[in-house]
């Protein structure tokens, strides 16, 4: 056939509790989340959507003394104001329509431990304020109860967006930022971790290799340079989506251009049936199904902002999402 097709390098990949990275940009981002881990400070991680800031906040808690404590997550972007505000400091019996008995939350739950916030930017007001009170004074009172609780949690915290936007914006708290903010740590975006690209490609296609169906020796010179040339906006979690994808459009053991998303082939996403948008239209319905229609989960899960679905969504004409199995 005459064209390139590149497979896999011989590189060592490097392993930071499940960072997977052939960078040297990497190694000092991994001697300071060491460094500060070792502190009980309250940590701030800055950086794109689908860059790793979970994994990153795991990696904190494990090198930390309270490694052997609870973790526990959540994502501040993904639960209505009153759910959120029962996830994280509980309720009592009775508190709202339905708390039919005592719930303990996230901060109850992580005592002794750590809790990570992402998309802290997210929080409405009056959690912050609750929030920095756990901060200032290690307390919180659930909702409907009255008397406080005591806890000892670390905070680490995440953002896509700077805090201080939110700040200028009056939608955040500026003691909260500098409470959060202690020790602030910038995850580098995809595109700016010299060889990753290609690594992690690689990576996942080990990966979707192992769960059989078709299997992928190469990838092609030209699929390769779309790759390369590509922002990666949504990071390592959309080049993970792009390698799912090629699996699941292509059949051949190379991968070329035609297996990846418009998006990598410089096309804009169209709505003609059994087209490329017709994959995307699938990818977008399958990311609503599995996230129960949330947009905001759906579009974490795409790599992609909350905006883009929802004009993607728009474009696409979807407006709920199918129940049932995902296709
Ligand atoms: N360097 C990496 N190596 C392997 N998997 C990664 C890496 N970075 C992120 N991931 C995976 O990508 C997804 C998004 O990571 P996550 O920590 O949730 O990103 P963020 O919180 O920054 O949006 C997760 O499934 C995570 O396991
Ligand atoms: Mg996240």
Same mark, same amino acid.
């Given at each position: 056939m ?5 497979r ?6 490097v392993? =930071?509790?499940? #960072?997977?990275t052939?960078? /040297?940009?990497?190694?000092e =981002? =991994?001697?300071?989340v ?5 502190? &009980?400070?309250?940590v701030l991680?800055r950086?794109e959507?689908?860059?790793g800031?979970e ?5 904190? @808690? ?5 490694a +052997?404590r ?5 994502n501040c ?5 009153e759910?959120?505000a029962?996830e994280?400091?509980?309720h009592?019996r009775?508190?709202?329509?339905g708390?039919? *008995? ?8 992580a005592d002794?431990?750590t809790v990570?916030?992402d998309?802290?930017a997210e929080?409405p007001?009056d959690i912050?304020? $609750?929030?920095l $009170?756990?901060?200032q &004074?290690?307390?919180f009172?659930p909702?409907?109860?009255?008397d /406080?609780i005591?806890?000892?949690v670390?905070? #680490?915290s995440?953002? @896509?967006q ?5 700040v200028t &914006? *009056?939608? =955040?708290?500026e003691?909260?930022?500098y409470r959060?903010?202690?020790?602030? #740590?910038?995850?580098?975006p995809? $595109? ?5 690209i290609?690594a992690l490609?690689? @990576?996942? #296609?080990?990966?979707?290799?192992q +769960?059989g169906?078709?299997?992928?020796e ?7 340079a779309?790759?390369?040339?590509y922002?990666?906006?949504?990071n390592v979690?959309?080049? +993970?989506?792009?390698v799912e994808?090629?699996?699941a459009i292509?059949?051949?053991p190379v ?9 990598l082939?410089? &096309?804009?996403p169209?709505?003609e ?7 995307e +239209?699938q990818r977008?319905?399958?990311?609503? @199904?599995e996230s129960?229609?949330r ?7 795409l ?5 883009t679905?929802w004009r993607k969504?728009?474009?696409?004409k ?5 129940r049932?199995? /995902?296709?």
């Amino acid at each position: 056939m005459g064209r390139t097709i590149l497979r896999k390098p011989d590189k060592e990949l490097v392993d =930071f509790y499940g #960072i997977i990275t052939v960078a /040297p940009e990497m190694q000092e =981002f =991994f001697a300071l989340v060491s460094r500060v881990a070792a502190t &009980e400070s309250t940590v701030l991680i800055r950086g794109e959507t689908g860059t790793g800031k979970e994994l990153v906040a795991r990696a904190i @808690h494990k090198l930390s003394g309270r490694a +052997r404590r609870p973790f526990r997550a959540l994502n501040c972007a993904t639960l209505t104001p009153e759910l959120l505000a029962s996830e994280l400091f509980g309720h009592v019996r009775g508190a709202f329509t339905g708390a039919v *008995r005592d719930r303990r939350g996230l901060f109850s739950l992580a005592d002794t431990g750590t809790v990570f916030l992402d998309e802290v930017a997210e929080l409405p007001l009056d959690i912050q304020a $609750r929030l920095l $009170r756990v901060l200032q &004074e290690q307390t919180f009172v659930p909702l409907g109860g009255t008397d /406080p609780i005591t806890v000892d949690v670390r905070l #680490i915290s995440a953002t @896509h967006q700077a805090l201080r936007r939110g700040v200028t &914006e *009056r939608r =955040f708290r500026e003691d909260l930022m500098y409470r959060l903010r202690v020790v602030p #740590i910038f995850l580098p975006p995809l $595109r700016q971790r010299s060889g990753d690209i290609e690594a992690l490609a690689w @990576h996942f #296609i080990d990966q979707f290799n192992q +769960r059989g169906g078709r299997v992928v020796e190469a990838i092609d010179d030209p699929a390769m340079a779309a790759l390369l040339a590509y922002p990666w906006p949504g990071n390592v979690r959309e080049l +993970r989506n792009v390698v799912e994808y090629a699996f699941a459009i292509g059949v051949e053991p190379v991968i070329s251009l035609a297996d990846l998303t418009p998006e990598l082939r410089g &096309e804009p996403p169209s709505d003609e049936p059994a087209s490329p948008g017709m994959a995307e +239209r699938q990818r977008i319905e399958r990311a609503l @199904h599995e996230s129960g229609g949330r947009k905001s989960l759906a579009a974490e899960r795409l790599g992609m902002s909350r905006s883009t679905l929802w004009r993607k969504m728009r474009e696409l004409k979807i407006t709920g999402w199918p129940r049932g199995s /995902p296709r």
